[in-house]
C-alpha cells in the first residue's frame, strides 16, 4: 500500500521535527565553529541561536509543503494554527522586562532579602528561584521568567562562576517556573490547555497540584542557593551613575498594562492592543525607560510560533502513545515525552482523547509539568530564559546537554512531590 500524498507530509514532518530536535542539541557546536571559521562565522551564529531553530524548520516544512502540495494548501495548514500564544510570550516578554516593572519587582525584593536573618545577596538568589516562579501562578509563567532571569543574571548566570553551577540554577530555574505555575488554572500553558475541557478551575489547581508545586519549588531553590553560596555577591558597580527613581504614576501604569495584559492572555487583539498604548506611553515618558527587549522577544516568539507549526503534524504519532498508556506509565511518559515536545501541546492531546480517567488526567498533567525544565522545548518559558541568560555562559549560548544534567535533580525532585504527596 502506498502513502496517501498527506500521509507523506506527516512523515517529512516528523523527520524535519526529529532534526529540529538535533538542531537544539548542537546549537552549542555552531557556536563554536563560528570561531573557527571567521569567513563563516555570521552563518555559524544564525545558525546557533536556539531561538531560531524552530522557527528556521518550520519555515522549511511550509516550503516542502508547498512544493508537494501546493502553495495554497501549505499557506492554508500555516494560517490553521493558533499563534496566540507566541504573541502573549512576545507581549508579556517586553512588558515584564520593562524598568519600571523590574525595578519595582526588585525593589521589593531587596527589601524582603534584607529582613531575611541571611545574606543578602543569598536572599535575593533564593527569593528569585523560589517566589519569583511561584508568583507565576499570578502573573503568568513567561511573566516570572523574564523577571527571574533578569533578576538573577548579574547575580548567578555571570563569567566567574562555574559553569555546572550555573546549568544547575537555570535548570531550577526552568522546572520551578513549570509547576510554579500550578497554583491557578490560567498561568501554565500546560494546565490551561486541559483547564476548560476538564473543568479544572483555581481551587482544583491549588488543592491537587499548587502545594505540591510549592513545596518541590522551595526545596529545588534551597538546595540549588546551598550549592552557589559561595558564589553569591552583591553585584559590583560598574561606575555609571545609579538609575533615577520612576515616579510612582509611571509604575502604576506599567503595572495596570501588565495586568490588562495578563487578564486578556487568550484575546490577541486586546493584548495587542494594550501593547501599542505600552508603546506609546513608554515613548511619551522615554526619560523613564530602559530600552525594551524587542530582538530577544521576538526570537523567543519565532521559536514558539515554530514549534507550533512542526508541533501540528506530530499528533499521528504521539496521540496514540498517550492514550495507551496507564496512569502511572502515563507520568513518566509525559515526563519524558515534554523533553522532545511542548508540554502544553502534549497535554492538548490528552484532552482530545474521550474516557480517560481522573487519575490519567492529573498523571498527564504531573508529568508535563514536571518534565518541563529538561529541555528549552518542554515549556513556552523556557526560550525566553534561553535568550535573557545565555550571554553568562561559555561562548553566549547554552548547550542542551548541560541543562539535560542540571534540570535532572529538580525535576525528580518535582516528580516526587506530584507521586508521593
Known amino acids: 500500500m502506498h502513502p496517501t500524498p498527506d500521509s507523506t507530509v506527516q512523515y517529512i514532518a516528523l523527520g524535519i521535527f526529529v532534526l529540529a530536535l538535533g538542531h537544539t542539541f548542537a546549537a552549542k557546536q555552531f557556536e563554536r565553529l563560528s570561531h573557527r571559521f571567521p569567513r563563516h562565522a555570521g552563518l555559524f551564529h544564525l545558525l546557533g541561536e ?7 524548520w518550520a ?29 502573549f510570550v512576545f507581549v508579556v516578554m517586553v512588558l515584564a522586562a520593562s524598568r519600571p516593572v523590574l525595578r519595582t519587582v526588585i525593589w521589593a525584593v531587596d527589601n ?29 509563567e513567561p511573566a516570572a521568567m523574564t523577571i527571574a532571569a533578569l533578576m538573577l543574571a548579574p547575580q548567578i548566570f ?14 531550577v530555574l526552568f522546572v520551578n517556573i513549570s509547576i510554579g505555575g500550578t497554583l491557578t488554572s490560567y498561568a501554565a500553558p500546560p ?9 479544572w478551575d483555581s481551587a ?27 558564589h553569591l555577591h552583591a553585584p559590583v558597580a560598574d561606575g555609571t551613575a545609579p538609575e533615577a527613581p520612576v515616579p510612582l504614576p509611571v509604575v502604576l501604569v506599567h503595572l495596570l498594562l501588565l495586568a490588562g495584559v495578563v487578564l486578556f492572555a487568550h484575546h490577541p487583539v486586546a493584548f495587542l492592543g494594550l501593547f501599542l498604548m505600552f508603546l506609546g506611553f513608554t515613548q511619551a515618558y522615554e526619560r523613564h525607560q530602559s530600552p525594551l527587549i524587542l530582538k530577544e522577544a521576538l526570537l523567543v516568539a519565532f521559536f514558539l510560533a515554530g514549534l507550533v507549526v512542526l508541533g501540528g503534524l506530530q499528533g499521528w504519532w504521539l496521540q496514540p502513545i498517550v492514550s495507551s498508556l496507564e496512569p502511572l506509565a502515563l507520568f513518566f511518559g509525559a515526563l519524558g515525552l515534554t523533553a522532545i515536545t511542548d508540554n502544553a501541546a502534549l497535554t492538548y492531546l490528552g484532552s482530545l482523547i474521550t474516557g480517560i480517567s481522573t487519575e490519567s488526567k492529573y498523571m498527564l498533567v504531573a508529568g508535563a509539568v514536571a518534565g518541563g525544565g529538561l529541555t528549552v522545548i518542554a515549556n513556552a518559558p523556557n526560550p525566553a530564559g534561553v535568550a535573557l541568560l545565555k550571554r553568562g555562559f561559555e561562548d553566549e549560548s547554552i548547550g542542551a546537554g548541560g541543562l539535560l544534567l542540571g534540570a535532572l535533580g529538580p525535576t525528580v525532585m518535582a516528580a516526587a512531590a506530584f507521586l508521593l504527596l
Open 50 to 56: 536556539i531561538e531560531v531553530v524552530f522557527g528556521f
Open 59 to 87: 519555515s522549511i516544512l511550509i516550503l516542502v509543503m508547498g512544493l508537494m502540495q501546493g502553495g495554497d494548501k501549505a499557506l492554508t495548514y500555516a494560517e490553521s494554527r493558533n499563534y496566540t500564544e507566541p504573541l
Open 112 to 140: 524582603i532579602a534584607r529582613v531575611v536573618p541571611l545574606p543578602t545577596p543569598v536572599a535575593s538568589a533564593w527569593l528569585g528561584l523560589a517566589v519569583v516562579p511561584l508568583l507565576g501562578s499570578l502573573i503568568t
Open 158 to 171: 555571570r563569567t566567574r562562576v562555574p559553569e555546572p553551577l550555573k546549568y544547575l540554577a537555570l535548570g
Open 191 to 199: 494546565v490551561l490547555m486541559v483547564a476548560a475541557t476538564w473543568q
Open 204 to 230: 482544583f489547581m491549588s488543592s491537587h497540584f499548587g502545594w505540591k508545586a510549592a513545596i518541590a519549588v522551595v526545596v529545588n531553590a534551597t538546595v540549588a542557593t546551598f550549592v552557589l553560596r559561595k
